[in-house]
């Protein structure tokens, strides 16, 4: 079953745009939510990550929209550059310490 | 510290044969992931460990896939009866804790079933 659903599938944009990556999630007790970029040929790492205390986490050009009513949160990505073309991955999990749950990915593409 | 260590980074075995993937996770860490990526599926939840012991095989399919963690410095996750369906890349990643920490993924065993 999927538990975080991710969508687009796959976005393309210009440079200089803002790209928006969206995610939902169904199990209310999940309550840490993050982000991991793949580049081709690599592994996952950690991007950005949000817990709801808060609606929104930056940390420079990333920004993560947090809406615990809908169970939806997006990465922004502001400002995008070629170097970004990567594949988005969001997650969830809660602190009952139950594993992190994938999205199905977004594979991004800026073009010059 | 050379990050989580996995092995062999490519297998491809007879449909039918068994597979066996080893996984060396970051020295210190108590928290040890399976995961599975597929362009379909994206990232798939297989199992995990805390502190060697198996938490939560929910993502396992049943009968042919079995891991394991006999010690704090390796896993292994066993393929039988391997099914062209069941090539994928095979991701092992290890954590501090579980929740709210993060994963560090490695490289991966690209698993070809032919």
């Known amino acids: 079953q999927q538990q975080v659903r991710q969508s687009p599938q796959s976005l393309t944009v210009w440079e200089g745009e803002t790209a928006i990556l969206n995610c939902s999630y169904e199990d209310s007790t999940f309550d840490y939510f993050p982000w991991y970029h793949q580049f081709p040929g690599e592994s996952p790492a950690l991007l950005i990550a949000i817990r709801p205390v808060s609606n929104k986490k930056e940390d420079g050009r990333f920004t993560i929209f947090f809406n615990k009513r809908e169970k939806k949160f997006s990465l922004h990505i502001a400002d995008s550059q070629p170097g970004d073309s990567a594949t988005y991955f969001c997650?969830?999990?809660?602190?009952?310490?139950?594993?992190?749950?994938f999205g199905a990915g977004t594979k991004l593409s800026v073009k010059p | 510290n050379a990050g989580v260590i996995q092995t062999p980074r490519h297998k491809v075995t007879g449909k039918g044969q068994e597979a066996t993937l080893w996984c060396e996770p970051i020295?210190?860490?108590?928290?040890v992931f399976w995961y599975r990526q597929t362009i379909v599926q994206g990232l798939e939840f297989l199992t995990y460990f805390r502190n060697q012991a198996p938490i939560d095989d929910s993502g396992m399919p049943k009968e042919r896939f079995s891991a394991q963690m006999p010690n704090q410095s390796h896993s292994t996750l066993k393929i039988q009866s391997t099914q062209p369906q069941d090539s994928a890349v095979y991701l092992c990643a290890s954590s501090l804790g579980v929740s709210q920490n993060t994963l560090y993924f490695g490289a991966g065993t690209r698993l070809s079933v032919l």
């Open positions: 997650a969830a999990s809660a602190t009952n310490n139950n594993a992190p749950r």
């Open positions: 020295s210190g860490h108590s928290a």
